[in-house]
Structure formats: structure tokens, C-alpha cells
């Protein structure tokens, strides 16, 4: 059971409802439809300057909604920031530090998570494509072992994962099975499903894709609107080849068998985002659907960056900003370019803006609403947002082309243009990263008032409880 911060939560929200006794249905509220890349680099989209991947339909979605150049990750790896998507709060609130290793890591069940703060208010929901939360592994008969929690105790009614259990999944990225053989190995809600199924010998973005227009048809016909978290696997290693016209269409010359396959990759997933929209096109939705597209971490291995310094694992703006873009044609005017600052965190409480769903105070987010900036308003103020914190269990190596910058971080902390980088809690960088957003000039010895302040932020924040169960 969850604890009672969340009985209090669910309990303001029923009453929200109750006192403002109308019925809920899909006219009234927008659908939400969330795409999370993962490992997909601020680059990595052709409207995000991309001198590589073509991205027509991701591109189109810019162009008919808002782009955000200032977005950035709970993390630089992908669990963390799964974590911050679901949460509104950092990982670190759950002790989660590090990705997981398909063995013994999961998200609290305790944790409150925007799914279930939407089924509470009547939302139909559904979990599509990468999970890594923890609570996907089955016994011999392909049940899911309850021993911890998954996507249905974290707020969804429909789900279609991997199964993410070792040595099975490990033993098919070294292959490079992952994706093309991805259907094979599919968790749908707590089943395995068998060789029978439509699924089972399906590319893995193809099943992913798929089961989320699946997913769109069946909702649109039901009274009450939809949330649908749709976790790509997309540009994760191993590259693999993918279908045609993709591996074709992405040939060029004088570049590596891995680039081939990382731009096919990419187009690939962009071709299902394209049938995902045009699905909605074809229901009559999308004039009042949000449409949300990020990505989990910064660029590994061949993925862009421009000139931000970093990449996966590592603190660098090259690990943290990613690509974002917003579409709700009910509310959000075309054609727009935000350079405010964001944050994963700000997903939760942003969606439940939109719904008109009051989060209760009692869940402390560490995240805010960026649904009046979408809408035309002014972004949240530095004074509003305050200080901004990162946590990352060190990761020596660089998931790159290249050696990780020096010195190591562990932390961030960054108050409006200030972003200080520091080793477990000792500061170690300092950059304004308005003037310098490739963080080439280390300023550390000449604010020391301000790395002072920042510090001891960063150490009380350090040692606030966590919540591990």
C-alpha cells in the first residue's frame, strides 16, 4: 500500500472532483501523449539542427507547436530520469543514483507518479515501449514476479514492455537482437506474450509504435480522454539495422557501419511518430491532444551535440540538454522557440495543469507548470524556479567518442545562469553558462561568494530524507 502522503494525495484530488461535480470526458480535457527518446542528443532532430537525420514528422510537430531549446533531463542517464518524468521530483528524493541493472533496482511503489494522479482523475492510461523502473522480470510460465513494483502499481492500466531481466536482455544487446527481435521477449500487462500473439516476431519500434496507435484507437473510443507514455528504446545502443526503407534511405558516404545504423534507427522512430500523429489526424483528436517529445539523457556514442561539452554519463550540458517539443493545437500557438529554462520535473506538474488536476502540496514537487509559458505567457521566473540540482553516481567513462572532461562531477547546481559542477559536494567548475554554454571557461576562483552560497545549497540538499520503499 502506499504510504499516506499518497492516500492524502488521492483524497484532495477526489475532492477537487466531487465539489466541482461534473462528468469527465474527453472533450473536456486534453488527451496526453508522451514520447521520451532515449539517448538522443540536443542535435539528434533535423529541426534541432541535425546535419545527419532526417526527422520530417518530429519536425512537423515543431513546426505546429512550441520548440524548447533550454530543456534539460533529471539526468544523464535514463532511469534517473524516468524517475523525475513520472515523479515531478528529483531521483535522488528515491535514492536513485545510477541506472538500473535489470537485478535489484525499481522505483519506490510509495512514490506518486503522474499516471496515477491522471487514472485518479479519470484517465485511461497506458505504459508503451522502455520501462526501466525496475518489476519486469517473470517466472518460467512468463508471469511477472510481484516482488517488485511495475507499470500497473505505478498508475497504468495498459502496458507493453520488454522483458528487462538478466542475463536475457544483456545477451541480446551483445547480439544485437535487441530491436529486431525485440517482439519476442514482450511484456504485456504482467504476461509474457506467446508466438501466437501479433506482436511476437516485431521489430521492436515497430511493436512499439504500433501498440501505441493500438492503444489510441481503443481510448478514442471511451468517454474519458487518455494519457499514453510511449518510452522509445530509440537511439540506445545496440545499433542495429533498421527495416526498410530506413537502412536505405539513411546510406551516405564516408560514414561508420554504427552511424548507418544509429540514422536508420532514428528515422525509423520518426516514421512511427509520424503514424502515431496521423492516427490522430484520422480520429478527429489532435486539435485536442498534447503531444510531448524529449529524450531521456544527451547524445551516447554517434549521436549530435553541436559544441556542448559532455555526452551520456556525464554532468556537461552535452549529458543534460535534450530536445523538447510541445504540441496542443487547443492551446498552444504554432510556430513558437522558447529559450526558457526546463526541466523533466516540470512534466508532471505541467500535465496536471493542463488537465486542471491540483497537485497537493503534501507531494513537495521539485518541479513547475510550464503550461502558461507553452501557452504565450512568460516562462517561471529565476526568483520562482530557485536553485536546480543534479546527482550521478560516478561514471569514469564517457559514453562517447571521447574521454570524459575533467575533473569528475557528481553534482550540479544551478541557480539562473550560474551552474556549478562539483565532485561529492566539493565544487570543481563554475560556468555562466548564458555566456558560455559550451563550459569552456572555468570561473570557479573568481565568484567565490557565489560558490560559497551554491555549496551549501547543494550540501542541505545532499542530505534531505530520501524515500527508498
Not at 485511461?124 to 525496475?134: P, Q
Not at 492503444?215 to 471511451?222: C, R, Y
Not at 529559450?339 to 521539485?366: E, K, M, Y
Amino acid at each position: 500500500m502506499k504510504p499516506l502522503i499518497h492516500s492524502l494525495a488521492i483524497a484532495c484530488i477526489a475532492v477537487v472532483f466531487l465539489a466541482n461535480a461534473a462528468p469527465l470526458h474527453a472533450a473536456d480535457r486534453p488527451n496526453i501523449i508522451l514520447l521520451l527518446a532515449d539517448d538522443l542528443g540536443y542535435g539528434d532532430l533535423s529541426c534541432f539542427g541535425s546535419p545527419a537525420v532526417k526527422t520530417p514528422h518530429l519536425d512537423r510537430l515543431a513546426s505546429e507547436g512550441l520548440r524548447c531549446d533550454r530543456f534539460y533531463a533529471g539526468s544523464a542517464v535514463c532511469s534517473p530520469t524516468r524517475a523525475s518524468v513520472l515523479t515531478g521530483r528529483y531521483p535522488l528524493r528515491f535514492g536513485i543514483t545510477k541506472h538500473f541493472n535489470d537485478r535489484n533496482g525499481w522505483l519506490p511503489e510509495s512514490a506518486t507518479t503522474v499516471a496515477e494522479l491522471l487514472s485518479d482523475a479519470g484517465y485511461n492510461t497506458a505504459h508503451v515501449g522502455k520501462w526501466h523502473l525496475g518489476g519486469l522480470h517473470v517466472d518460467e510460465t512468463g508471469k511477472r514476479l510481484t516482488n517488485q513494483p511495475g507499470p500497473r502499481q505505478h498508475g497504468f492500466d495498459f502496458y507493453q514492455t520488454q522483458i528487462e531481466q538478466q542475463p536475457l536482455r544483456g545477451k541480446m544487446g551483445r547480439d544485437k537482437t535487441l530491436f529486431r527481435k525485440g517482439g519476442t521477449v514482450l511484456l504485456r500487462n504482467d504476461q509474457r506474450i506467446n508466438e501466437d500473439d501479433p506482436y511476437y516476431p516485431k521489430h521492436f519500434t515497430d511493436a512499439n509504435g504500433d501498440f501505441a496507435v493500438e492503444m489510441i484507437e481503443k481510448f478514442s473510443n471511451e468517454e474519458a480522454p487518455f494519457f499514453i507514455n510511449m518510452w522509445w528504446l530509440v537511439p540506445h545502443k545496440p545499433y542495429e539495422t533498421a527495416p526498410e526503407p530506413h537502412w536505405s534511405d539513411t546510406t551516405a558516404a564516408g560514414i561508420s557501419d554504427d552511424q548507418h545504423r544509429f540514422r536508420s534507427m532514428v528515422q525509423h522512430m520518426d516514421a512511427k511518430v509520424g503514424e502515431i500523429l496521423q492516427k490522430l489526424d484520422e480520429l478527429k483528436i489532435a486539435d485536442n491532444t498534447l503531444v510531448l517529445f524529449t529524450s531521456d539523457n544527451g547524445a551516447a556514442f554517434e549521436g549530435f551535440i553541436h559544441d556542448l561539452k559532455g555526452g551520456k554519463t556525464d554532468l556537461h550540458d552535452g549529458g543534460i540538454r535534450v530536445p523538447m517539443i510541445v504540441r496542443w493545437p487547443a492551446a498552444i500557438p504554432p510556430g513558437q522557440t522558447s529559450q526558457a529554462f526546463g526541466h523533466t520535473n516540470d512534466l508532471l506538474p505541467s500535465f496536471c495543469d493542463a488537465v486542471g488536476v491540483d497537485v497537493p502540496g503534501a507531494l513537495s514537487l521539485d518541479g513547475l507548470s510550464l503550461l502558461p509559458h507553452w501557452k504565450g505567457g512568460t516562462p517561471p521566473s529565476d526568483e520562482e524556479r530557485g536553485t536546480v540540482f543534479w546527482q550521478l553516481e560516478l561514471y569514469k567513462s564517457l559514453q562517447r567518442h571521447t574521454p570524459k572532461p575533467k575533473p569528475f562531477a557528481t553534482e550540479v547546481v544551478r541557480r539562473g545562469n550560474w551552474k556549478l559542477l562539483a565532485f561529492k559536494g566539493k565544487p570543481v567548475e563554475l560556468f555562466d553558462v548564458d555566456t558560455d554554454p559550451n563550459e569552456k571557461h572555468n570561473v570557479l576562483a573568481e565568484h567565490p561568494d557565489l560558490v560559497a552560497s551554491l555549496s551549501a545549497e547543494l550540501n542541505q540538499w545532499l542530505n534531505e530524507p530520501r524515500t527508498t520503499k
